[in-house]
């Protein structure tokens, strides 16, 4: 079925902006849409030697022939939107639809402020929480009456759903990860709401008939920003010493970091139905496999790791990152390896 729908295995970051980016412009892409929560996530995309770092709209703008949509479960915060709109040159290809909820300055201020939200759960503190809360009061803004953004209103779900309808490809872009998940995750050091592939789906206005494949994103060591349980979890140290330190996209946190948790992994393709599995990163753990577009040609530590990764989720692992740009990927999604 040529519906996809793209999640995150862990904690989020795990690098599912990149594995987007290359699918599209390895495949025929009609239109990419975003689900998720809002601006909290940031994706980085390394295309022709520029890295982007988005927040609103979708990984898939690397293609120029695919559409980007922004569901109307995915919160707007329309300055972060237009200014990336601007910044890749996308302005009639990007669409958001008019229920969105909008972030607005008030949000931010209280997800910076409060002790609760920034200081316990340590909340990316773009507004999320707070709008989503705000949401589910019903006292929002919808994107409908925000006069910047009248010139990119359209009826996603429709959309979508005319192109899957036609024949055409979809794929819906999920963001953070399965145990950031409000229902499945390490409550309450979550996020404001679930983001399992049954709720990107949702998000977009796509039901569970309609999808296909559903693509989990591992990266081949565990990271979490903010607060919140983390198993195994290494020293600053020892995270430096292996080079598994990173920064937040959004936020600049440094990253946690911790080795690849086959039991957490396993949980996440059952919580989602994941079809099949990408794993990013694969390079940091096995700097020799750097650059490798051939699964025989990565080392046999790094063919081990991923086969073990198959045998312990039951799942194919189709796509490999072997580095930051969009074309370091192994792509066995033909049978190869
Ligand atoms: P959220 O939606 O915020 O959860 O983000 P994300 O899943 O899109 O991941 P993010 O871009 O925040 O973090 C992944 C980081 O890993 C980025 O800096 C990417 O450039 C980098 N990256 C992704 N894949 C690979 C890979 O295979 N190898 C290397 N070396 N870096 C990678
Ligand atoms: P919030 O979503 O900003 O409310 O943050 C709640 C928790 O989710 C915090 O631990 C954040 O660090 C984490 N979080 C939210 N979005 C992302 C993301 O895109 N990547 C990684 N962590 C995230
Ligand atoms: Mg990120």
Redesign the pocket.
């Known amino acids: 079925m040529p519906c996809t729908v793209v999640v995150?295995g862990f904690?989020?970051?795990?690098?599912?902006?990149?594995?987007?980016s290359y699918l599209v412009v390895k495949d025929q892409v009609d239109v990419a849409a975003r689900g998720?929560v809002g601006t909290?996530?940031?994706?980085?995309?390394?295309w022709k030697g520029r890295?982007y770092?988005m927040?609103m709209i979708p990984?898939a703008f690397t293609n120029p022939n695919t559409q980007l949509l922004i569901g109307p479960g995915v919160l707007v915060d329309p300055t972060v939107l237009l200014r990336e709109i601007e910044e890749v040159g996308a302005a009639h290809r990007t669409r958001c639809d008019p229920y969105c909820a909008i972030i607005e300055p008030e949000h931010i201020r209280e997800d910076q402020e409060s002790a609760h939200l920034k200081g316990k759960i340590g909340t990316t503190g773009t507004g999320c929480g707070p709008c989503n809360a705000d949401r589910v009061r019903r006292a929002v803004r919808t994107a409908s009456e925000v006069p910047a953004l009248k010139d990119y209103l359209i009826d996603v779900p429709t959309r979508v759903n005319e192109v899957l309808a036609e024949g055409g490809t979809v794929l819906l872009?999920?963001?953070?990860?399965t145990f950031?998940s409000l229902y499945h995750g390490t409550y309450p050091y979550v996020t404001s709401k679930d983001v399992t592939a049954s709720s990107i789906c949702a998000d977009v206005g796509v039901g569970p008939t309609r999808v296909g494949t559903v693509l989990i994103?591992f990266?081949?060591y565990v990271?979490r920003v903010g607060a919140g349980p983390l198993e195994g979890e290494l020293s600053e140290h020892e995270a430096d010493m292996r080079g598994w330190t990173?920064r937040?996209?959004?936020t600049g946190r440094k990253?946690r970091a911790a080795p690849f948790n086959f039991d957490l992994a396993k949980r996440a393709v059952m919580l989602n139905g994941a079809t099949c599995a990408a794993?990013?990163?694969?390079?940091?753990v096995f700097p020799e496999c750097?650059g490798a577009t051939d699964f025989g040609s990565l080392s046999s530590d790094a063919i081990d790791f991923v086969r073990r990764v198959e045998n312990k989720t039951g799942i194919p692992v189709h796509l490999?990152?072997?580095?930051?740009?969009v074309e370091?990927?192994v792509d066995r999604r033909n049978g190869s390896g």
Do not use: C, Y
């Not at 909290?40 to 390394?46: D, F, L, Q, R």
């Open positions: 995150g904690f989020g970051d795990e690098g599912k902006g990149k594995m987007i998720g909290n996530a940031g994706h980085s995309v390394t890295t770092r927040r990984s872009e999920g963001t953070q990860g950031l994103v990266k081949a990271t990173e937040g996209t959004v990253r794993i990013t990163k694969l390079d940091v750097r490999i990152g072997t580095g930051p740009a370091e990927v």
